[in-house]
């Protein structure tokens, strides 16, 4: 069974880096089946995509977070990383890190999703 | 980028009722559409992808049609347990998500 847990600092202050990790069992971050993503969610409000890295190390991010944000992986721990800095109260939202299948090229969604980590921005 | 949109942006349903929500994108996506479900407090429940294929374990109560731009979630007969806010995104490009439709009493 394929699970997903995030982890990192709930409290940022504004113009820092905000900085989660997510850790991986019942599957590989070096798969080449999937991308690894970060979702993240403001209170209230619906999903924005992040951004996902792939087991080569490729990125893709959200144009509109994409001078901020880096997305990593760690093989060695089974994990990836976001990093999103200059953050403000806007970037205030639970973060879910999910894993974006395919099965044969044909891609099938987000079928495993971390229980979602709240991070505040806040001074 | 492609946009998706989402109507209605809620609803109010009964127990047995029939539930159909709307999601279009902004340019073609062929059946790249997925479906999520979400409750309070909870990480979304991928529910349909390509459009109309049934995730596994998820009721046949749900089902999902379309193609192109213009694409369906179908609840055929709705259960207390259905109550939550519901997801399209599509997988053409870049992973962007419906605003969402929520669906209660």
Redesign the interface.
Same mark, same amino acid.
């Given at each position: 069974q394929v699970q997903l847990q995030e982890s990192g600092p709930g409290l940022v202050k504004p113009s820092e880096t905000l900085s989660l990790t997510c850790s991986i069992s019942g599957a590989s971050v070096t798969s080449n089946t999937c991308y690894w993503?970060w979702i993240r969610q403001p209170p209230g409000k619906?999903?924005?995509?992040v951004g996902?890295v792939y087991h080569s190390g490729s990125t893709?991010y959200?144009?509109s977070l994409t001078s901020r944000v880096t997305i990593s992986l760690d093989t060695s721990k089974n994990q990836f990383s976001l990093k999103l800095n200059s953050v403000t109260a806007a970037d205030t939202a639970v973060y879910?890190c999910?894993r =974006?299948m395919y099965v044969e090229t044909?891609?099938?969604?987000? =079928?495993y999703?971390?229980?979602?980590k709240l991070v505040i921005v806040s001074s | 980028?492609i946009q998706m949109t989402q109507s209605p942006s809620s609803l109010s349903a009964s127990v047995g009722d029939r539930v159909t929500i709307t999601c279009r994108a902004s340019q073609s996506i062929s059946d790249?559409l997925?479906w999520?479900q979400?409750k309070p407090g909870k990480?979304?429940?991928?529910l349909i992808?390509?459009a109309s294929?049934l995730?596994s374990g998820v009721p046949s109560r749900f089902s999902g049609s379309g193609s192109g731009t213009d694409f369906t979630l179908t609840i055929s007969s709705l259960q207390p347990e259905d109550f939550a806010t519901y997801?399209c995104?599509q997988?053409y490009s870049?992973?962007?998500?419906?605003?969402?439709t929520t669906v209660d009493i």
């Open positions: 993503s619906g999903l924005e995509w996902h893709n959200n144009p879910y999910a =974006d044909v891609p099938i969604g987000f =079928d999703w971390g229980q979602g | 980028d790249y997925n999520y979400q990480a979304p429940k991928l992808y390509g294929t995730q997801y995104q997988s870049s992973p962007f998500f419906g605003p969402g």
